[in-house]
């Protein structure tokens, strides 16, 4: 029987900048998980449901299409709508029910991405309408290389986005960084070979290097990226190159255009090959955007949707060259397999329809305003304690302290106050006297960068020496 709306629907009273629809989807969503409405139960009519809410009958109608896109809820024709959902009745409220995933609460994390500002009404949306659809061929191990509509979307992404000319058939999914590295060295490189990588840099490359089975070579960066110079000099027959021009971490240096021609010249030269992994190149801090490295015959590039989008997704991939499409054609994926294909055919349709060019676009504006609130904050809290070079890229800022001073104990005091930062020193693979501080603020609101800051402030007072910062590493 129809249960009556009377005394029951309301908007939600949370997050009231938000869409009455979601507001009314909050509600009519918890009435069905609380077991107001149980499975098979008729829902009340959208006159009746917009009445009870205060609000028009196409917001009613959007609102139930929610809960039908959700699967909580369908649609009998000439007959209402009726409770589809079997689950458990929940015992207890979550803390976070709004659609924007509830950020970290302890800023400055490195690798987070606005999970705040991610649209999961569309993705919950296009997850529900493709499970009804869903291929049998999806729920089997799916294409080695990756869904072949997935493939052909990237590489229209790459074109767009990176600057990259390239076909599907150049496109590899796979599901982290160290999976492309596996994949990398098994096609391209001999087991042992010596690699370059950047020093300073992340561990993500020392795991790139490793999971190729090659030998790192630590190479020096300075603001123009890693110098060619000296990787010639200690490593000049090298099989592969592991670099960041776009944004490299943890200096934010962008590579220079002489440095990126000298490093083609060198691969051309060595008959090395590059691996381009740029995680955050579609958010250039101010200026125009870096084309990927252009030699595509050399090059091998990695990026990663789940710092686009969220990390949980883990659908990466890479982009390789023309000429050796069939040697990793013929390559053994058995060990790596793609992520699942139900993921894959998800993001195809979240690429396609041009909701990711949208949350790219809102992220970009959202990351300029938190970049410069931190700066700010930076300049008005910690003047004289920390120095914040201008010109740097990617979704974090390297803060420079004075040498000696030890950035590894900040960062335990400020976990202690639960500001999670990162120091500079341990990125070093060699002794150094560089020190500094790494925040991440994609994660973040402005007031969340400025009250972590205020945090920090007093810890740095009292831990760096009053001096001068002409000496910063």
Request: with cysteine; aromatic share 6%.
């Amino acid at each position: 029987m129809p249960r009556t709306a009377l005394g029951i629907v309301s908007l939600a009273r949370k997050d009231v900048d938000r869409a009455l629809a979601e507001r009314l989807f909050e509600n009519l969503r918890n009435l069905i998980l609380d077991g107001v409405w149980r499975h098979g139960d008729k829902l009340p009519g959208t006159r009746i449901i917009a009445r009870d809410a205060g609000v028009s009958r196409w917001t009613a109608v959007v609102a139930i299409d929610m809960l039908i896109a959700e699967g909580l809820v369908e649609a009998r024709k000439r007959s209402g709508t009726y409770v589809a959902w079997q689950g458990t009745v929940r015992t207890a409220e979550p803390a976070q029910q709004s659609d924007a995933a509830s950020p970290p609460s302890a800023p400055f994390a490195l690798g987070v991405p606005a999970l705040d500002l991610f649209p999961m009404h569309v993705w919950r949306k296009m997850q529900a309408r493709r499970w009804r659809q869903m291929p049998a061929a999806a729920l089997d191990d799916g294409h080695a290389a990756g869904w072949p509509a997935l493939r052909q979307a990237i590489a229209e992404f790459a074109a767009t986005v990176r600057g990259i000319t390239c076909t599907a058939d150049q496109v590899i999914v796979v599901s982290s960084v160290e999976a492309a590295g596996r994949l990398t060295g098994q096609v391209l490189c001999r087991p042992g070979s010596l690699a370059w990588v950047e020093n300073p840099g992340t561990t993500n490359t020392n795991a790139v290097v490793s999971s190729a089975q090659l030998v790192p070579v630590s190479v020096s960066v300075d603001r123009e990226g890693i110098d060619v110079d000296e990787g010639r000099r200690i490593a000049p027959a090298a099989s592969l190159a592991v670099v960041t021009p776009a944004s490299q971490f943890p200096t934010g240096y962008r590579m220079s255009d002489a440095r990126r021609r000298r490093l083609l010249e060198w691969a051309a030269s060595a008959n090395a090959w590059i691996f381009e992994a740029d995680h955050t190149m579609e958010f250039p801090s101010g200026r125009a955007p870096i084309a990927s490295l252009p030699n595509a015959d050399r090059v091998v590039y990695f990026d990663t949707f789940g710092k686009m989008l969220f990390p949980s997704l883990r659908v990466a991939y890479v982009v390789v060259p023309r000429d050796t499409v069939l040697r990793f054609q013929q390559a053994d994926l058995s060990y790596d397999r793609p992520p699942p294909a139900p993921s894959q055919i998800i993001l195809t349709d979240f690429l396609t329809s041009g909701q990711l060019a949208k949350h790219l676009r809102r992220c970009r504006e959202a990351y300029a305003e938190r970049r410069q609130a931190l700066v700010t904050a930076l300049h008005e809290e910690c003047a004289g304690l920390i120095a914040v070079e201008p010109g740097q890229e990617g979704l974090f800022i390297c803060a420079r302290l004075p040498r000696g001073v030890d950035d590894v104990a900040i960062v335990a005091k400020a976990r202690e106050r639960g500001v999670v930062l990162a120091a500079l020193s341990p990125r070093y693979d060699r002794p150094t006297e560089d020190r500094g501080l790494l925040f991440g603020f994609a994660g973040y609101a402005p007031d969340q960068l400025r009250e972590g800051v205020k945090t920090l402030a007093p810890i740095l007072k009292a831990m760096v020496p009053a001096r001068s910062l002409a000496a910063v590493g």
